[in-house]
Structures are given as structure tokens and as C-alpha cells.
């Protein structure tokens, strides 16, 4: 079962950055499996902050790898 | 692979100058950031406003580079050496990063430019604290460093950026991340690529830094192709931003690619 802003994450990957949706599994990490450098990371957090009107911290991306740490970050605010 | 095998020595007596020369350089080196940190620390008693403060900060890291460059270049540990450039003011400029003292000899040339480093040379006190003092960018924070970079550039300062992130490792392709185009397309700012030339591997990654050179580490500024404030892509579309900011940044790649790989000192030879 996905929450609601783990389904916005979804769809800004499918649709913005055009990634296959059965790659973005919890363990793919961002850049390694999805080509998401820390640029794109800064557009993804924009982006899920207007979506979600949730304030997500910039100084969270430091520790984020993978999709279950953005979905960490997301489900933790 | 062969090039990083280590060389044959030298003529004995010349090693254990550059030896001696090299651990002189070091202590040398430190005691001048501390001799930069103390007079940074007590500036604020001479100098009230802090913009002027930075300036009088980056005139002294200025002075103390090229000090360094002419006590080691006299003393033949090192031959660094500065092609003349074009007026970089304002600019956002990108360099190769083939060893471990490029921003050090670059503020020697370029004494307003605003170095934008790794996050991880914090972890030293000394370093951290003239970082500060000097007003330079740390990349911590990603989309702090983005902001505060374009900032600096809209006020006229000049940024000074190693899109690799990290030396080069010897012998293979540059790999520039995205961060350098991303600012410059942001910003609008114009950006002069940097060419860093090296021969051999002293103060690369594929060397402690501890390791003495057989012959004077070479290393040489030239200014490569400038490239004009660019309209970036539409807001709102992060697919045309990103395919934007990764041809910018492929271009940049290529051109100092090329020019390193015209000279043939691309670190590996």
C-alpha cells in the first residue's frame, strides 16, 4: 500500500525523469540504478515540497541514496 | 597499469634534496594557512565591515599563494606556471583537478575568485575556519550551494568550480557531475573553462601525498574555451532542465578533455 506522497514520488520520476516504473523499488539506489545526481535530487525535493506542501529540508538530501530514504524523508515529516 | 608503477630514482643526492625539499614544503604550507588563520582571526579588530573584511582575506590567501609558488618554484621542487588569461570578472569559472594544490595555485592567479570545495575539507579547523573567513562555498548542501552560488555570481563576484568534485584519477576520462552547468545555466552567467596541465602523478590521487617526486612537479594554467550566458530551459520542466544542464555539462567535459588531450599532459604520461 502506497501513501500519497509516495505515489507523487512515483509519478515525478516516471513522468519528469522518464524511469521505468519497475525500477523504483525501495532498495534502487538514485544514482547508481535510476542516473539521479544530486542536481536532479535538488529538483525531486522541490518538486515533492510543491506536491506534498510538506517542508522538506535540504540538509536531508545528505543522507539520502536510495528510494526508501527519500520515502523515509517523506513518511518522516 | 604501467604508468603508475613507481620510477626509477634518480641521481641519489637530487632525490634527497627534493626529499628534504618536500618535507620543508609541507610544514611550510601549514604554517602559513595558521600564520593566514591568525591574522584572519584578528581582522575584525582592524577592519569593521565584513565585506571588506573578505577582501582583505582573499588579498592575503592571494599573497600567501604566490609567496608559496615563488619559495617552491626558486627552490626547483615545483614549476607552476600561468599562461595569461582573459578578464574572468563575473564569470563562473570550471577547471580539471589533477592535484591536490590546483585551488591554492589558482587563488595565486585569480585573487577574487570564489572557490567552491568539497564539503569533506571541513573536517580540518584551520581549513574550515579561513573557508569561513575567506567567504568561500562549501557543497555541503546542494541546493544551498546552488543558491548561494548564483547569488554570488548576480553580485559580480567570480566562482571558481572543480566539476569533478574530487581530483582527477590519473589515467582515466574526466567525469564531471552536473552542479557547474546547473549554476552557470541558473545564473546566466558566462563561463570560462580552465585548463589544469600536469605531467606524472605527484599530488594526484593515485599518490599519498606524503610521496617525494623525482623531478619538479609541473603544472601549468592555461585558459581554455569561454562559453556565453545561455537562456536555460523553461521552468517547470525538470526533463528539459536536466537534458539542458547534462549537454551543458558534457560540452564543458569535452572541451577540457580535448585541450588536456592536445597537450598530451593529461596526467598519465
Redesign the interface.
Known amino acids: 500500500m502506497m501513501t500519497d506522497a509516495q505515489e507523487k514520488l512515483k509519478r515525478i520520476l516516471v513522468e519528469e525523469f522518464e524511469i521505468d516504473a519497475g525500477l523504483i523499488r525501495p532498495d534502487a539506489h538514485l544514482l547508481d540504478d535510476l542516473d539521479i545526481d544530486s542536481i536532479d535530487a535538488v529538483d525531486i525535493l522541490a518538486r515533492l515540497r510543491e506536491l506534498t506542501g510538506k517542508s522538506l529540508p535540504s540538509e536531508a538530501l545528505r543522507s539520502v541514496r536510495t528510494v526508501g530514504d527519500v520515502i523515509a524523508l517523506l513518511d518522516g515529516d | 597499469m604501467s604508468d603508475l608503477t613507481l620510477p626509477k630514482p634518480s641521481k641519489s643526492w637530487t632525490r634527497a634534496a627534493r626529499a628534504a625539499g618536500v618535507t620543508a614544503g609541507y610544514p611550510f604550507f601549514a604554517l602559513g594557512c595558521c600564520v593566514l588563520a591568525v591574522l584572519l582571526a584578528v581582522s575584525p579588530l582592524l577592519v569593521s565591515r565584513p565585506t571588506q573584511r573578505r577582501i582583505l582575506a582573499r588579498r592575503l590567501a592571494h599573497h600567501f599563494a604566490r609567496l608559496f609558488i615563488w619559495v617552491t618554484n626558486r627552490a626547483a621542487l615545483t614549476d607552476v606556471r600561468f599562461e595569461p588569461l582573459p578578464p574572468v570578472e563575473g564569470t563562473l569559472l570550471v577547471a580539471n583537478h589533477p592535484t591536490l594544490m590546483d585551488a591554492i595555485w589558482l587563488i595565486a592567479r585569480l585573487p577574487s575568485a570564489v572557490c567552491v570545495l568539497k564539503a569533506d575539507l571541513e573536517r580540518f579547523r584551520v581549513l574550515r575556519f579561513l573557508v569561513n573567513r575567506l567567504g568561500y562555498l562549501s557543497n555541503?548542501?546542494?541546493?544551498?550551494v546552488?543558491a548561494s552560488a548564483c547569488a554570488r555570481l548576480a553580485a559580480g563576484e567570480t566562482l571558481l568550480m572543480f566539476p569533478e568534485g574530487t581530483r582527477t584519477t590519473p589515467g582515466a576520462p574526466l567525469a564531471f557531475?552536473?552542479?557547474a552547468a546547473?549554476i552557470a545555466l541558473r545564473s546566466g552567467a558566462a563561463v570560462q573553462t580552465l585548463v589544469l596541465h600536469t605531467r606524472g602523478t605527484y599530488l594526484s590521487k593515485a599518490r599519498p601525498w606524503w610521496y617525494f617526486p623525482d623531478e619538479r612537479i609541473f603544472w601549468q594554467l592555461q585558459s581554455g574555451p569561454r562559453f556565453a550566458p545561455r537562456t536555460p530551459a523553461p521552468a517547470g520542466?525538470?526533463?528539459d532542465?536536466?537534458a539542458a544542464?547534462r549537454a551543458y555539462t558534457a560540452e564543458l567535459q569535452r572541451v577540457i578533455q580535448t585541450a588536456l588531450a592536445r597537450a598530451g599532459h593529461n596526467g598519465t604520461n
Open positions: 555541503a548542501d546542494p541546493e544551498k546552488l557531475s552536473t552542479g546547473e520542466s525538470l526533463k532542465q536536466r544542464r
